[in-house]
């Protein structure tokens, strides 16, 4: 099993960014996908997290700007960005809980760089 992560950048205090990340292999299931990240110097956080249903759950400085989604028939968790600040800048890591034949496990991406600054 995979999860490649894409869709992070550079953008101005304000802008917006939509990060995207595809579970790829013998995947049997996926419960709930998530995003965290972590600043330079600090330890990685949860950022928001979604279940199979749509139960959602957000760190409290990202609610109001950003969204988190997923298309399951892609196997994809999508987190829209908006109104980006400056303390949003960190690498932004996808993780899953995925079961294939071996059973159920974590999973997570490579991490994506986000960098807001003028």
């Known amino acids: 099993v995979q999860l490649q992560a894409s869709g992070g950048g550079l953008v101005q205090p304000g802008g917006s960014l939509r990060l995207s990340c595809a579970a790829s292999?013998?995947?049997?299931?996926?419960?709930?996908m998530g995003w965290y990240r972590q600043a330079p110097g600090k330890q990685r956080e949860m950022v928001a997290t979604?279940?199979?249903?749509?139960?959602?759950k957000y760190v409290d400085s990202v609610k109001g700007r950003f969204t988190i989604s997923r298309d399951n028939a892609k196997n994809t968790v999508y987190l829209q960005m908006n109104s980006l600040k400056p303390d949003d800048t960190a690498v932004y890591y996808c993780?899953?809980?995925?079961?294939?034949?071996?059973?159920?496990?974590?999973?997570w991406g490579q991490g994506t760089h986000v960098t807001v600054s003028s």
């Open positions: 979604i279940t199979g249903r749509g139960t959602t």
């Open positions: 292999g013998s995947i049997f299931n996926i419960d709930v």
């Open positions: 993780n899953a809980h995925i079961s294939t034949w071996r059973g159920p496990a974590n999973y």
